[in-house]
């Protein structure tokens, strides 16, 4: 893999993204020539929604660093916008019955993610109340020690009774059972919308579609063609939904092979993970609580880390068992928080490695343990 990804959290100015990276921006490491000579960008704001098309700051931020431009027709062409969500819009109105179809696949997501909503609030207010109880009787109990005493039998003396230690036992499987519970309900969660789909797909013969293969191979020209991708948050249902309709996964893992650059913030990092987590801000009737949550299938071009994007806005970095709780439900994955001023580089060459290179924050490793573990600018992620 040629190709590296620049992750950020939340910047505040997307402008100043391009600023921050401009030195990468007016370098290549792509494999085509034309491409490198060109330095085209690639711009993918589908998470604006309607205001997909307002990014002339952003083009103004890249003539300003030293990206040239090109006008076809009146049109620019070394700094374009993928232009998702349009086309997403425009399938809708030359295809009402497609449309229709993929709405009702929408409707039956929801209808699972308020069942998958319900059952992560259930678990995770009964995690909270297993950890609460244990500490009230037992003193300070960390979950990372709960989560690390998995002896699966309780060793004592027969003649000697200690029913304490016997309940902080039972209490302490229940706390893991809990977990392994919103595990599963997660794997659930991924399995069944990985089925709906393939369903649909198969069903509908979508991807044989005239005018899905049409616009298709336009966004996908696009993305070929880049040696620099920006992919911007907003709102990151939108965002999912545009790009996974046209299948732009294996397009975007192809770029990044043979050697674009993704500049990816917010909502644009979430995309490019394996699984999508967030921080589910609104209560609602079946999450009455705000908790972590799977919100869907990420695109998985990294698949070793879990990022968290508003890190410090959202996450209680400073309670050593949210953190621990974190790294143990995700655990597959290595979960490292990602502040406004965060960076995080991804590079394949000669082998993966994950860099800090932020100059005013670090990154942040949620560790097992509980620990909080801060890489700052240069300390590559272990």
């Keep these: 893999m040629r190709g590296r990804i620049l992750f950020n959290g939340n910047i505040r100015a997307e402008s100043d993204f391009v600023f921050a990276a401009r030195d990468r ?8 020539p034309d491409v490198r ?3 085209q960008v690639l711009l993918v704001t589908a998470g604006w929604m309607e205001k997909e098309h307002e990014e002339e700051h952003l083009k103004k931020a890249l003539r300003e660093i030293g990206i040239p431009s090109r006008m076809e027709n009146g049109f620019e062409r070394n700094i374009q916008n993928l232009s998702a969500y349009h086309a997403y819009l425009e399938f809708g109105r030359r295809e009402p019955e497609l449309a229709t179809m993929w709405k009702a696949r929408e409707e039956l997501i929801e209808a699972a993610r308020a069942l998958y909503l319900e059952k992560n609030g259930f678990y995770a207010a009964l995690l909270r109340r297993s950890l609460e109880g244990t500490q009230q009787r037992f003193g300070r109990v960390q979950l990372a020690r709960v989560m690390t005493d998995v002896t699966r039998k309780f060793p004592h003396a027969p003649s000697h009774f200690d029913g304490d230690r016997l309940l902080e036992y039972f209490v302490g499987q229940d706390i893991r059972d809990t977990i392994a519970c919103l595990i599963d309900n997660d794997d659930r969660m991924i399995e069944l919308l990985h089925e709906l789909d393939e369903h649909f797909v198969s069903g509908t013969g979508l991807h ?3 005018t899905w293969l049409e ?7 696009r993305i070929l063609s880049a040696n620099s991708i920006f992919i911007f948050g907003g709102h990151l ?3 999912l939904r545009c790009l996974n309709f046209f299948r732009l996964r294996d397009a975007l893992l192809e770029a990044l092979r043979r050697g674009a650059s993704f500049y990816t913030v917010s909502a644009g990092s979430l995309l490019l993970c394996e699984r999508i987590i967030i921080y589910n801000d609104f209560a609602t009737e079946f999450a009455p609580r ?8 990420g695109f998985g071009l990294v698949r070793h880390l879990q990022l968290f994007p508003h890190c410090m806005d959202r996450i209680q970095t400073d309670d050593p068992d949210n953190l621990a709780y974190l790294a143990v439900r995700f655990q597959n994955r290595t979960c490292v928080g990602l502040n406004e001023d965060s960076f995080l580089l991804m590079e394949a060459d000669p082998e993966l490695r994950f860099t ?9 490793v949620f560790d097992p343990s509980g620990a909080k573990i801060r890489y700052d600018r240069g300390q590559t992620i272990r």
Aim: glycine share 10%; no cysteine; proline share 0%.
């Design 237 to 239: 249902g939108m965002l």
């Design 290 to 297: 705000r908790e972590f949550q799977l919100f869907d299938r």
């Design 215 to 221: 616009l298709h191979r336009d966004l996908v020209g």
């Design 25 to 32: 921006l007016l370098s290549s490491r792509h494999q085509d």
């Design 356 to 364: 800090s290179v932020g100059s005013r924050d670090g990154v942040y």
């Design 37 to 39: 000579e060109k330095l």
């Design 208 to 210: 044989f579609h005239s």
